[in-house]
T-cell receptor, first 112, second 113 residues
Framework: KQEVTQIPAALSVPEGENLVLNCSFT??????LQWFRQDPGKGLTSLLL?????REQTSGRLNASLDKSSGRSTLYIAASQPGDSATYLC???????????FGSGTKLNVKP | EPEVTQTPSHQVTQMGQEVILRCVPI?????FYWYRQILGQKVEFLVS????????KSEIFDDQFSVERPDGSNFTLKIRSTKLEDSAMYFC???????????FGAGTRLSVL
């Protein structure tokens, strides 16, 4: 069974800092990987989807990379803002299955 | 921007009662999903649905659970006889294609008393 781990569990940074969130998964036979943002008590907002054949995806200040062979993905946030404060979740879709396995998330606090 | 809509936002029920959680997926999407998140725990997959049938389900999705697409727009999750441990946030998601982004609704918080 696929296990997804996110480190660190929590991160607090001053506004303007660039930061990296980490996601690792145990089975490299993945179909794709999706990063989400979750605000307290709210739903999941999709940020980026990386297919297994891709190395990275970018959207605005966000850049997600994927190293399938080592079972890792990173989410890079440039010039962080207080509005970026949320929990960031990584979810991995195994090779031939139509479901995601989620990590437990990194709770990000960007201080003004 | 199109979004997945879930109702109600909060459902309170007594143990043993049946509940139906409702979702309106994005209109041109063909794949539908239910996930749940128990407070403080990971988001867990429950079931995926395509072409009017379940395509995959987890071990959590036992005989107490069922899904239905009663018409062209709604997608429902029914829990036949709720247990205390069913208390969780339930998320509906949809995607245009199984390879593409899954879009999630805001969730229904189910509280079983």
């Amino acid at each position: 069974k696929q296990e997804v781990t996110q480190i660190p569990a929590a991160l607090s940074v001053p506004e303007g800092e660039n930061l990296v969130l980490n996601c690792s998964f145990t089975d490299s036979a993945i179909y794709n990987l999706q990063w989400f943002r979750q605000d307290p008590g709210k739903g999941l907002t999709s940020l980026l989807l990386i297919q297994s054949s891709q190395r990275e995806q970018t959207s605005g200040r966000l850049n997600a990379s994927l190293d399938k062979s080592s079972g890792r993905s990173t989410l890079y946030i440039a010039a962080s803002q207080p509005g970026d404060s949320a929990t960031y979740l990584c979810a991995v879709r195994p090779g031939n299955f139509n479901k995601f396995y989620f990590g437990s998330g990194t709770k990000l606090n960007v201080k003004p | 921007e199109p979004e997945v809509t879930q109702t109600p936002s909060h459902q309170v029920t007594q143990m043993g009662q049946e509940v139906i959680l409702r979702c309106v997926p994005i209109s041109n999407h063909l794949y539908f999903y239910w996930y749940r998140q128990i407070l403080g725990q990971k988001v867990e997959f429950l079931v995926s649905f395509y072409n009017n049938e379940i395509s995959e389900k987890s071990e959590i999705f036992d005989d107490q659970f069922s899904v239905e697409r009663p018409d062209g727009s709604n997608f429902t999750l029914k829990i036949r006889s709720t247990k205390l441990e069913d208390s969780a946030m339930y998320f509906c998601a949809s995607s245009e294609d199984r390879r593409l982004i899954q879009y999630f609704g805001a969730g229904t918080r189910l509280s079983v008393l």
